[in-house]
């Protein structure tokens, strides 16, 4: 079974400095992908990074960076020099390798302190 | 852009009623998913759709029902309103490449806050 968690129903992190959220996920998939996702309070789901199975590299797109740890079966997200336009619902997903579904954690709610 | 539209952003119903919801993307996508979110729950899907005039039940199915008759378009149906149905629904579509990667990401309409009464 699919499965992903975040254990993190909120956070707080002070203007500028970096935070990390949680994400471990399950399946008996060799191949997959991992997605995070923004969801501001206006609740468009906004898309930031993706992680593949097989990428040898963790992902960077601008500040979000993903720390993967495929034998651990974690990828968490990684935002550097938080802004307060950060603060925002992130949703962790997984699409596995041979179906059109995605699964979703129960996200993790972060407000940035200015 | 992939654009996703739903047709309301918020809808008031009552109990009982019949209610429609409408999703159209415009970036020729294959799937499209209606999920229902709430508060702790994250999203939970209730279909999606792989191709026109096909369905499959997603984790909660029950009390919806779902209608593909054009790619562009995934209608969301609540045949008989009821209170626990109250929450924000979303609609989101994505295309399925060869081998995985960020194009096959979820790109995801506004959102629609129903409220039975």
């Known amino acids: 079974a699919q499965k992903i968690t975040q254990t993190q129903p909120g956070m707080f992190v002070q203007e500028k400095e970096a935070v990390t959220l949680d994400c471990t996920y399950d399946t008996s998939d060799p191949s997959y992908g991992l997605f995070w996702y923004k969801q501001p309070s206006s609740g468009e789901m906004i898309f930031l990074i993706y992680?593949?199975?097989?990428?040898?590299q963790n992902a960077t797109e601008g500040r979000y960076s993903l720390n993967f740890q495929k034998a651990r079966k974690s990828a968490n997200l990684v935002i550097s020099a938080s802004q307060l336009g950060d603060s925002a619902m992130y949703f962790c997903?997984?699409?596995?390798?041979?179906?059109?579904?995605?699964?979703f954690g129960t996200g993790t709610s972060l407000t940035v302190i200015p | 852009d992939v654009k996703v539209t739903q047709s309301s952003r918020y809808l008031v119903k009552r109990t009982g009623e019949k209610v429609f919801l409408e999703c159209v993307q415009d970036m020729d996508h294959e799937n499209m998913f209606w999920y229902r979110q709430d508060p702790g729950l994250g999203l939970r899907l209730i279909y999606f759709s792989y191709d026109v005039k096909m369905k499959e039940k997603g984790d909660i199915p029950e009390g919806y029902s779902v209608s593909r008759e054009k790619k562009e378009r995934f209608s969301l149906i609540l045949e008989s309103a009821s209170t626990n149905q109250t929450s924000m629904y979303l609609c989101?579509?994505?295309?399925?490449?060869?081998?995985?990667?960020?194009?096959?990401?979820?790109?995801f309409g506004p959102g629609t806050r129903l409220t039975v009464l």
């Open positions: 992680q593949g199975s097989y990428d040898q």
């Open positions: 989101a579509s994505s295309f399925i490449s060869g081998n995985q990667g960020p194009q096959d990401t979820q790109y």
């Open positions: 997903a997984m699409r596995g390798g041979t179906g059109n579904q995605f699964y």
